[in-house]
T-cell receptor
Framework: AQSVTQPDIHITVSEGASLELRCNYSYGATPYLFWYVQSPGQGLQLLLKYFSGDTLVQGIKGFEAEFKRSQSSFNLRKPSVHWSDAAEYFC?????????????FGGGTRLMVKP | EPEVTQTPSHQVTQMGQEVILRCVPISNHLYFYWYRQILGQKVEFLVSFYNNEISEKSEIFDDQFSVERPDGSNFTLKIRSTKLEDSAMYFCASLQTGSSYEQYFGPGTRLTVT
């Protein structure tokens, strides 16, 4: 069974500083990987996804993530954080063998941005 | 841009009552999902639905839950006899088969059981 670990429950960064949110997954093959963002009281918005090819993927709002097979990681990065990035971020993994398979989410990382 | 919609946005019900949560997936999508998120916890998969039948379900999805696609546009989640622990945000998602495995999520329905 697949699983996702987000080791950092809370992270606080200053506005303008760089950001890296960690995600480690467990899956028997190369998975589909996703990062979603959830603002308070809102739904889940897809930031970016990795299916195959270039291991560095670009997403919306200036985010990027790098798939590292050797480390089973898919860390999310942003070079300069804006106050509006304060939200909860979820990493998710999907199985490749069936489009109907569920997504498995990590526990989330709550990002706070200091002025 | 097409989007998944859910109604109601917030539902309050008494323990033991039946509730139906409604979702309208994106029109050309073929796979449909329900997830839930208990306050402060991770998003958990409940069920996936394809070709008018359940394709996968989690252990959370017991006999109190059922899903239906009553017409060509709606996808519903029914909880037969709600319990306090069913209080959560329920998200519907849909997916179009093909090269993309991206699930599109609705805004959620907050269910409060009192």
């Amino acid at each position: 069974a697949q699983s996702v670990t987000q080791p950092d429950i809370h992270i606080t960064v200053s506005e303008g500083a760089s950001l890296e949110l960690r995600c480690n997954y467990s899956y028997g093959a190369t998975p589909y990987l996703f990062w979603y963002v959830q603002s308070p009281g809102q739904g889940l918005q897809l930031l970016l996804k990795y299916f195959s090819g270039d291991t560095l993927v670009q997403g919306i709002k200036g985010f990027e993530a790098e798939f590292k097979r050797s480390q089973s990681s898919f860390n999310l990065r942003k070079p300069s954080v804006h106050w509006s990035d304060a939200a909860e971020y979820f990493c998710a993994v999907g199985a490749r063998n069936n489009a109907g398979n569920m997504l498995t989410f990590g526990g989330g990382t709550r990002l706070m941005v200091k002025p | 841009e097409p989007e998944v919609t859910q109604t109601p946005s917030h539902q309050v019900t008494q323990m033991g009552q039946e509730v139906i949560l409604r979702c309208v997936p994106i029109s050309n999508h073929l796979y449909f999902y329900w997830y839930r998120q208990i306050l402060g916890q991770k998003v958990e998969f409940l069920v996936s639905f394809y070709n008018n039948e359940i394709s996968e379900k989690s252990e959370i999805f017991d006999d109190q839950f059922s899903v239906e696609r009553p017409d060509g546009s709606n996808f519903t989640l029914k909880i037969r006899s709600t319990k306090l622990e069913d209080s959560a945000m329920y998200f519907c998602a849909s997916l179009q088969t093909g090269s993309s495995y991206e699930q599109y999520f609705g805004p959620g329905t907050r269910l409060t059981v009192t």
